[in-house]
């Protein structure tokens, strides 16, 4: 509006009011109030100017929140008291499965279904009745029979009187997170039933040991008393075939006293059978607690219990530097001793060169020991023969076929196994493990 427009409405207002144009005094205040509209005018321009400044902000901040609202990654909803949705973005709607279009004032409890109805209708009531925030979880079913797991995080709606009108709520698809609950609850199930089995096998595993702990001691007990009953009448005999030398030396022939020394070494031989068997029956039922030990001493004193062995043979003995185990001393230098007894008496006629050796085993926690000898060996087929009870390979040489199988008991006490390689006129590696000191583990 330009002043000659501004002017002539001046004119009609005052006009209007009665005044007349052709006074010197009323021209003078029509000029005033002239001077007063057009700062009015500028005025207003400058208030629609900033008018028209706050409808784009306006505009620009309801379009922000249009697209922070509907484009959200997460779903937003607004109900009513009664469950009807007043306000929901397009990611609820992408995940209740419908249109937006669809959704608006139509209660949410008409899509749901079953007990999703009832645990809904809770959460909404649980709302609007408290000024607490709540949450609940609802379950849609889906295509091919799958089902898709919401979880609803609601806070009251209040109006401006601060009255409860609705709830305003978040929705969140945690199907991945059930899933994965499921799972790990499927898993925690299928480790109790696991545990439970394993605990009935270890109880049973438990009383077979001492079943077998018991039968062992019975065996032992059985093994002295027998070695008792059996040594009285060997006794008798060895008694009486001394006499017999002594009474009739001199009507004796040279077959005479060779069948008398042959009566003597079978006693001798018998008496060592029972004492091995005593022995053996012992391995199953006695032993001293296992405890750290240095094997290089028991290897040392194994070798002084052979000494007169070793040096009628000429045996050449050397070793690895050996660690501390974790064992028996006494069972682990009985292995050793008939080990070593076992490569010294079947030397040929070669003088025995045997070295002890140590490595690593691929069992855990255990060490592997190898005896290695330059004797006369044995078929590699008759390899598992070797531990048996009362199995003698070779009978050209003395022996009572039980110091490996006390070898193998001794082994197998302590947690490993033994075995050997071995051909003829080629000499014999036994190999056996045993545990580690239990000081390495630390």
């Known amino acids: 509006m330009d002043e000659s427009e501004i002017r002539l409405q001046a004119i009609e207002t005052l006009q209007r009011r009665g005044w007349k144009l052709g006074e010197e005094s009323k021209q003078q205040e029509i000029s005033a109030i002239l001077n007063e509209l057009s700062i009015h005018q500028v005025e207003l321009e400058l208030q629609n100017e900033e008018l028209r400044r706050a409808q784009v902000e306006l505009e620009i901040s309801r379009q922000r929140y249009f697209e922070l609202y509907n484009l959200a990654p997460i779903g937003y909803l607004t109900f009513d008291r009664q469950g009807q949705i007043l306000e929901v973005n397009l990611h609820a709607a992408e995940l ?35 000024s607490l925030p709540q949450q609940c979880r609802l379950s849609l079913p889906k295509s091919a029979g799958t089902l898709i797991y919401l979880e609803l995080r609601s806070l009251p709606w209040l109006d401006e009187a601060g009255q409860i009108v609705g709830a305003r709520t978040v929705m969140q698809d945690v199907s991945g997170r059930v899933k994965a609950e499921m799972e790990a609850h499927a898993f925690r199930e299928r480790m109790n039933i696991f545990v439970t089995e394993l605990r009935k096998k270890n109880e049973a595993l438990q009383s077979a040991a001492e079943l077998l702990r018991l039968r062992n001691q019975d065996l032992a007990q ?50 060592q059978v029972i004492e091995g068997l005593v022995s053996y029956g012992r391995l199953g039922s006695e032993g001293n607690p296992l405890v750290d030990l240095d094997l290089s001493q028991v290897f040392n004193d194994a070798r002084r219990a052979l000494k007169g062995d070793i040096l009628e043979s000429g045996a050449m003995i050397t070793n690895d530097a050996l660690p501390f185990v974790h064992g028996d001393g006494q069972q682990l230098k009985l292995l050793l001793q008939n080990l070593l007894d076992n490569s010294i008496k079947y030397r040929g006629h070669k003088s025995p060169l045997i070295h002890l050796s140590v490595r690593d085993s691929e069992k855990a926690g255990y060490y592997q020991f190898s005896l290695r000898d330059n004797g006369i060996g044995f078929d590699p087929k008759h390899a598992e023969r070797a531990f048996r009870m009362f199995k003698r390979l070779n009978t050209h040489v003395e022996g009572t076929g039980i110091g490996l199988a006390q070898c193998q008991r001794i082994v197998q006490n302590h947690g490993g196994e033994i075995w050997v390689a071995t051909q003829p006129n080629l000499g014999a590696t036994f190999h056996f493990t045993l545990p580690k000191a239990s000081f390495e583990f630390v």
Do not use: C, W
């Open 96 to 130: 209740l499965g419908k249109p937006v279009t669809q959704l608006r004032g139509r209660a949410l409890s008409s899509i749901l279904s079953g007990e999703a109805i009832v645990v809904f209708l809770r959460h909404l009531n649980a709302v609007t009745s408290s």
């Open 222 to 271: 059985m093994a002295f008393a027998t070695s008792h009953d059996l040594k009285a009448p060997l006794r008798t005999v060895a008694s009486y075939t001394k006499h017999l030398v002594n009474a009739y030396r001199d009507q004796l022939d040279e077959d005479g006293h060779r069948l008398v020394s042959h009566i003597m070494r079978g006693l001798r031989q018998m008496d």
